[in-house]
């Protein structure tokens, strides 16, 4: 019997974020002119997309190699960093190009009024995030390290509920995991001041990609394995979608992951490009054409 081809969608809400897109725009307008740009931390977490920077000149450092650079350029990336980066640039002779997503910038700044005001209250300041994970920690450092990171709605013991809490969210984190830990912190502190700081465009493609991920019979989700935000987004696909399968990249595609005639989408992480997606969805057809030719 004929093997029916296969049908390909992008998801059309899927692709970079604004704040990733600012960010690899300024590294892509400073190499135009210039051989190398440092950036502290990946710019992004995608593999190729960090391949294909590394080609035109953007080299990724640490902390460490951070404190070691002298009158250098480094790129500060839509994660944002704590206070201390920017003391050590100006210490260093370090010039910045910050390419903090304005998103991320209006919660450090919020954070660090709030922290302010819990002080003097005799509060806490709680941040819903990764621990380790870049925007957290410099979520944190606006605290000077006093902010208590959960986890998980699990971590709620870490909270002093006999003090005032202020709650707030990393800008990706899934919005129903956020909505149920301040249903318990308020459970335990009906006073607990709440923040909503998801990023809007997290919490809309929240929605979106679940009716994206019901109406194929397949899912195939883009992203690289370090990216937080690509882990949230491929736990929702299958959640509405059992046949969901993360890939880095095209070579991760294999015949048997598909059926006769299966509607196929393909969707990403807000760090996974424009450019991979067509790649993964070509690569699709491909599979697609070698199937029905067999
Ligand atoms: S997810 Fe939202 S807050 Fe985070 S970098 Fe992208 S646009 Fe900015």
């Not at 404190?67 to 960093?81: P, Q």
């Not at 997503?101 to 660090?112: S, Y």
Request: aromatic share 6%.
């Amino acid at each position: 019997m004929r093997f029916m081809p296969l049908k390909v969608e992008i998801d059309p809400s899927s692709g970079f974020c604004n704040g990733v897109v600012r960010a690899v725009g300024k590294a892509e307008d400073y190499l135009s002119s210039h051989s190398r740009l440092y950036s502290l931390g990946a710019i992004v977490h995608n593999s190729s997309e960090l391949g294909r920077l590394k080609r035109k000149g953007l080299e990724i450092i640490d902390m460490d190699d951070f404190r070691s650079l002298h009158d250098d350029t480094v790129l500060i990336r839509a994660h944002g960093e704590p206070p201390s980066t920017y003391r050590t640039a100006e210490a260093n002779g370090i010039r910045i190009i910050d390419c903090t997503c304005p998103v991320v910038l209006a919660l450090q700044r919020k954070v660090r009024e709030v922290c302010l005001r819990m002080e003097a209250e005799g509060g806490q300041v709680v941040i819903f995030g990764k621990r380790g994970h870049a925007e957290v920690n410099g979520l944190v450092g606006q605290t000077e390290g006093k902010a208590i990171v959960v986890g998980s709605p699990e971590e709620i013991e870490k909270i002093d509920f006999s003090r005032p809490v202020a709650l707030f969210s990393q800008t990706t984190k899934d919005p129903e995991e956020y909505a149920l830990l301040v249903r318990e912190v308020r459970s335990r502190r009906e006073d607990a001041e709440v923040y909503d700081t998801i990023c809007r465009q997290v919490a809309s493609r929240h929605k979106s990609l679940v009716s994206f991920a019901a109406s194929h019979d397949v899912i195939v989700f883009v992203s690289g394995s370090e990216s937080s935000n690509g882990k949230v987004l491929f736990d929702l696909c299958r959640s509405v979608n059992p046949r969901s399968i993360m890939v880095e990249e095209a070579s991760g595609l294999r015949p048997g992951m598909f059926r006769d005639g299966d509607s196929v989408g393909v969707c990403g992480a807000t760090s996974t490009p424009q450019w991979q997606l067509e790649a993964v969805a070509d690569s699709i057809t491909a599979i697609s054409l070698f199937l029905v030719e067999c």
